[in-house]
């Protein structure tokens, strides 16, 4: 089975552009997370998709907003960039149960200047 | 609510000796615990999970972790450490009923590095 892919892997941006990373989840997975990790505040949890709805909310800004299509496959979204918002970004995917471990991608490394 | 505290951001130890790197947590329902290793530029892999099967959990690469619910730990073990185990690691905590969907909450992580 494929894994969790991210792309792109690397990215660089300006402030004040906006940004979309998309993430494939394994093949049968219908939740998929998102996370920032930051060297200074670790893994923050940002959303969890789950067929295509919102099912938790991290507590970051509405700059920070994302989907999730009907092949499960979703995107995040950042407008208006921060220096701030520099960060690794991870997706998971899992089966969606409340106990299911997550599985991760290798993350997009984004770089705001 | 759910949480779990990693002691100790940065743990050093000599290639060939014990690794021990420790993780309590908080939860107000019996919970499914996991360990990931982050290896530098990478995602994390999952090592391990507790499901309430049984308390003393084997991993891979030779890890283990031991579930004690009268201390709320789940401490990652290794007897001995190799260099390619420099990474980081990272606790995480799920409760299953009380949650909506799939939430993880992570710890802060521990450096973990092998001194040849």
């Known amino acids: 089975k494929a894994g969790v892919t991210q792309t792109p892997r690397y990215l660089i941006k300006t402030r004040g552009q906006q940004v979309t990373l998309s993430c494939s989840p394994i093949?049968?997975?219908?939740?998929v997370s998102w996370y920032q990790q930051t060297p200074g505040q670790g893994l923050q949890f940002l959303f969890e998709?789950?067929?295509?709805?919102?099912?938790n909310k991290g507590n970051f800004p509405g700059r920070f907003s994302g989907r999730q299509f009907s092949n499960s496959r979703s995107e995040m979204n950042v407008s208006t960039l921060e220096l701030g918002d520099s960060a690794l970004y991870l997706c998971?995917?899992?089966?969606?149960?409340?106990?299911?471990?997550?599985?991760f991608g290798p993350g997009t490394r984004l770089t705001v200047l | 609510a759910q949480s779990v505290t990693q002691l100790g951001s940065h743990v050093s130890v000599s290639e060939g000796a014990l690794v021990l790197l420790r993780c309590n947590y908080s939860?107000?329902?019996?919970?499914?615990l996991f360990w990931y290793v982050q290896y530098p530029n990478q995602g994390l892999q999952l090592l391990l999970k507790?499901?309430?099967?049984?308390?003393l959990v084997k991993g891979i690469n030779g890890f283990e972790a031991e579930f004690k619910k009268s201390e709320t730990s789940f401490h990652l073990t290794k007897p001995s450490a190799h260099m390619s185990d420099a990474a980081e690691y990272f606790c995480?905590?799920?409760?299953?009923?009380?949650?909506?969907?799939?939430?993880?909450?992570f710890g802060t992580g521990t450096s973990l590095t092998v001194i040849p």
């Open positions: 998971a995917s899992s089966g969606g149960g409340p106990y299911n471990e997550q599985f």
């Open positions: 507790y499901t309430s099967a049984a308390t």
């Open positions: 998709y789950f067929s295509e709805t919102q099912r």
């Open positions: 995480a905590v799920t409760g299953g009923i009380s949650n909506t969907g799939n939430q993880f909450y």
């Open positions: 939860s107000s329902v019996p919970p499914y």
């Open positions: 093949s049968g997975h219908r939740s």
